[in-house]
Structure formats: structure tokens, C-alpha cells
């Protein structure tokens, strides 16, 4: 069972949650245990500078989500709640990455098909776990975001 557990989201985002969490784990056996911790915070990361972060491993995941950002100087910007929704659908794309053991804390390694690639040699966005993160955070919010 994947157990979701929110902090600072409106029942419209805990209704979208919901339904990015059976999109993205339907595959999952139903003996699965996972749990994926999200929080809404006014800015993530040292400078402002990123809408969201998923930090995990095969058992759990830790999600924060930004609802504003840092422009260049200094001034402070929001983000829209399709863009918010939009940076929580990337982020359980990469908690559910987490839960298959697809992308781990410790290397640039992307698992998949039982076989591993070693992508320190791709740009950011290259990144397999990225590129299916961006992928799923257009796919989600255009279907599900109400």
C-alpha cells in the first residue's frame, strides 16, 4: 500500500495527489509497503531556486514543493497552482523512480529492464529519471489538475 502523508496542501491538491499516486503506482504488487511524505513550503533548497526535491530510497520518499521562488534579483515570485501541481506530479514521478529502485542517493545510475546506466556524462536534463519526471509532470497536470 503506498501511504501518503501531507503537510500545507488544500484538499484540491490532496485530490490531485491522489490521483497522481494511482497513475504512477498501478503496477505496484499489492503487498507493497511505501510511504511518501509531501510538504508545501514557501521555498526549497539553499537559494529559492527550485520548485520541488524528492529525497528516497526503496522504502520512502520525502517531497517539498515550492510555492515560490527567488528571480535573479531577489525579487520574490509565486508560482501558479498549475505550476505547484505540476512540480508535485514531477516529484512522486521520482518517489515512485525510488520505490523500483530505478534511481537511487548515491550515483547517477538509471535501473531499468534489469539493466543499469551510468549517466554522469549526460546533462541534467538528459537524465532518464528527469527526462520521464518532466514526461509525467505535463502527462499528470493535464489530465488530473482541476
Not at 82 to 106: C, D, P, W, Y
Request: hydrophobic share 35%.
Amino acid at each position: 500500500m503506498i501511504k501518503v502523508s501531507t503537510e500545507g496542501l488544500t484538499q484540491q491538491y490532496d485530490s490531485f495527489v491522489d490521483d497522481c499516486i494511482v497513475a504512477l503506482f498501478d503496477k505496484e504488487p499489492a503487498d507493497t509497503d511505501y510511504n511518501i511524505s509531501i510538504t508545501l513550503k514557501k521555498f526549497v533548497g539553499d537559494n529559492g531556486s527550485h520548485a520541488g526535491f524528492c529525497l528516497g530510497d526503496e522504502e520512502s520518499s520525502e517531497i517539498e514543493v515550492a510555492t515560490h521562488w527567488i528571480y535573479e534579483d531577489d525579487e520574490v515570485v509565486p508560482y501558479t497552482d498549475f505550476e505547484i501541481a505540476g512540480s508535485i506530479a514531477h516529484e512522486l514521478t521520482h518517489a515512485k523512480q525510488f520505490s523500483r529502485g530505478q534511481i537511487n542517493m548515491v550515483n547517477n545510475v538509471w535501473k531499468s529492464n534489469d539493466s543499469a546506466t551510468d549517466c554522469d556524462h549526460l546533462p541534467y536534463e538528459e537524465h532518464p529519471w528527469e527526462v520521464e519526471a518532466y514526461a509525467y509532470e505535463t502527462i499528470l497536470t493535464d489530465i488530473y489538475w482541476r
